[in-house]
């Protein structure tokens, strides 16, 4: 390994960062993480600080899981790589598509579909949905409908079903046939409606408005998160997801069901959508999948959408997508060992706990500091502090002051994510009660400084 100041030095130069200008990087180098364990992360000055952000909403069972470790060392071993197009297959692959198949057996699923990543299964479910209407003879179906705010990743499919103009404006023109509804977000919103159950049948009659404009046969799915992360954790009404999954059942539309971030226990149940009461017709998948260990993803799909595939016999089912990775052995190792231990573990409890805790600590800290407007969380590790200059008037607060808080916050002992004028909290789901303290205790700190 170089010196620290040789990466210091190419940190900016060498390396382009993802989600920014690099020139900020130039000016703003990002802090270099070098080693983890638990919940916690050390960057190379040796700043050791709680990891409020676990990776990127990804790093559910910390950094110290030894079973993923091992698993993960045994398949290199044994057979680091083949792949699963042209009549092959390796057996990783089929034991981990048997641990996902058991892991949602209560969510419907039927078939697994392995990626490299959330962008990737995004596209996958896109591409599948157009299919499934082809081979059910529907061929003018091949419109998406998805909401404001929503993220759905970054290649061409998932950023055109983006409900951020920022990973839209520039890469444009996206996919045709794209449809965004009003986000069901009770603090903002076009309606200016404050009762989350008012505006989720707000924004049902919305959705039924559109899809009559369009015509009912033209729109193949609908796309969203059960609670819309990177938008700044949106927490819909417990009704939303069930309106509008009766909606696309009555228009006859695929629901997909984006679990990138909510799958694996993060809202407190194993899936968004079950904690909402919902099945999906197809769920894209990533991150806690392997908790990161492993970069994996998948598109799985219920035994509904399976069996139209499965029966046809005109040749139009043949599915023409894949990735090099696609049921990668090693990745599919860190899958088994992932689930398994995410069930020994049993994840969701704690998160619902802890998620608890946070969500009380940081509606605590907006009763004391008024440039706190809004707190958002209470299903699970998926909180956010929205931060305004004028609480009545909702002002958000200028990025640079919302990042300030956010160095100090490191400072004080705590990664969280800045995302102006929010700032994002999603830990490990093993995170220890004490280490919530300090995630709240840093905050503190940090919003009082300011
Ligand atoms: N969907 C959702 C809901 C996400 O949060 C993300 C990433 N944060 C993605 C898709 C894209 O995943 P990836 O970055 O692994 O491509």
Redesign the pocket.
Known sequence: MKDDNFLKEHNARALWHPMGAPGDSMANPPVIISSASGSRIRDIDGHETVDGVGG??CANLGYSNDAVKEAIAKQLHELPYYSAFAGCTNPSAIEASVAVQEFFAEDGIGRVFFTS??????DTCLRLARQYHQVKGAPTRTKFLSLKKG????HFG?ASVNGNNRFRIGYEPLLPGCFHLTAPHAYRNPYDEADPAALARKIAAEMVDEIEFQGPETIAAFIM?PIL??GGVIVPDPTFMGLMREICTRYGILMIA?E??CGFGRTGDWTGSRHWGVRPDMM?V??GITSAYFPV?AALISEEVAEVFEKDTSGAAAIWHGYTYSAHPVGAAAVTACLSETLRLDTRTNAAARGTQLYQGLLGLKEKYDIIGDVRGGHGLMTAIEFVTDRAKKTPMDAATVKTIHSRVYEAGAMVRPAPPNLLMSPPLIITEAEVRTIIEALDTAIGSV
Do not use: Q
């Open positions: 990127l909403w990543g959330g962008s990737d299964s995004v993220y759905h990743g970054t998932g998160e992360g990177a984006d990138v971030i894209s990533a991150k993803g």
